[in-house]
């Protein structure tokens, strides 16, 4: 009866003690990242970076071509505008690396004549693309741009007029605005954000700008960080592009380069954040597009490191995001 007695006492005296390790996990993980990490922690495990080499297989194909020839040349190949509504269109644009397909630019093309954008934060990390789309009733979804450990905006942020994100931030790149009907891309360059932004409905500080109206790149980080990219660009007759790669092949400057030459009509073109958060999804008549990235690598003290998911397989929340609805 005291063998029982004792046992049970080990056993009870090891779940109080798990419980208590798991409690104080939360508690410390609630401190640092608020619901936003909490929720990351519960939903997917939460993520870590891993060091790899240059052709380490955990890589895809295109990353490590893109890392161990990095003086190839980059063009891209046929495609075409498909409309689905007057004023929304799409394509899938291939990247060709002497004439090998290493990447493809998912695309939408809209009218802010026929659509509307707007811009929202949800920084409980609860919602995944598909959960925006059915939320707000959008025909298009795209990740917007950075957001910080508790999933607020980490740049000046407008959401239906309420402004969000730090009030003290020194923006030299870029904003999408959109407010009276309208929807454009700024140049920040030698005009203050405050000014910029202070009328807007929906707006959003960004950076860097890959093509400003110079069509000049303002890109300035390392060849080596891959990822899945995000991007949303002006083309010549106004119209508001919307851009998302399937593969991880372009580096930010490679990026730059490849949307300068590509034939898209740009005049401006901004960077949105990258890396599995790089998502777009569209549901628009007979159309659907549902896609989110999986790739990012950085380069931490000359090492490379690859972002890597725990448990779980369930795609990354987006905090931050763009979304276009029908007038």
Not at 159 to 181: I, N, T
Not at 244 to 267: C, Q
Not at 274 to 282: H, K, L, R
Request: charged fraction near 25%; glycine fraction near 8%; proline fraction near 4%.
């Amino acid at each position: 009866m005291r063998l029982l007695r004792g046992r049970w006492l080990k056993r009870s005296t090891a779940v109080v003690s798990a419980i208590l390790v798991l409690l104080l996990l939360l508690v410390g993980v609630y401190a640092y990242g608020g619901l936003y990490g909490i929720n990351v922690l519960l939903r997917r495990g939460g993520s870590y970076w891993v060091s790899v080499t240059e052709d380490d297989p955990r890589l895809s194909a295109s990353m490590r071509l893109a890392l161990q020839a990095k003086t190839l040349t980059v063009t891209a190949g046929d495609f075409k505008w498909r409309e689905i509504r007057p004023g929304f269109d799409v394509a899938e644009l291939p990247v060709l690396a002497e004439g090998v397909s290493v990447d493809h630019l998912l695309l939408a093309r809209v009218e802010p004549s026929r659509f509307r954008f707007i811009v929202r934060n949800a920084p409980t990390a609860d919602r995944e693309l598909t959960d925006w789309m059915d939320m707000l009733g959008a025909v298009a979804v795209i990740n917007g741009s950075y957001y910080s450990r508790r999933g607020l905006p980490d740049t000046p942020f407008i959401s239906d007029g309420l402004a969000l994100g730090p009030q003290d931030y020194d923006a030299r790149h870029g904003a999408f605005v959109s407010m009276s009907g309208k929807a454009t891309i700024e140049d920040l360059a030698g005009k203050t954000w405050r000014d910029v932004l202070r009328d807007a409905d929906d707006a959003m500080v960004s950076y860097p700008i890959l093509i400003d109206a110079e069509g000049r790149s303002r890109v300035n980080g390392d060849s080596r960080w891959l990822a899945n990219r995000s991007f949303i660009a002006l083309d010549r007759s106004g119209r508001i592009i919307l851009g998302t790669t399937k593969d991880a092949f372009f580096s930010l400057e490679r990026l730059a380069s490849f949307l300068k030459n590509a034939p898209l009509d740009l005049t401006m073109a901004l960077n949105l954040d990258g890396g599995p958060v790089a998502c777009q999804g569209i549901a628009l008549d007979d159309f659907r597009r549902d896609f989110c990235g999986e790739w990012e690598l950085a380069v931490r003290d000359e090492q490379l490191k690859l972002l890597t998911g725990g448990f779980g397989r369930r795609r990354w929340a987006l905090p931050i995001i763009l979304a276009v609805l029908p007038k």
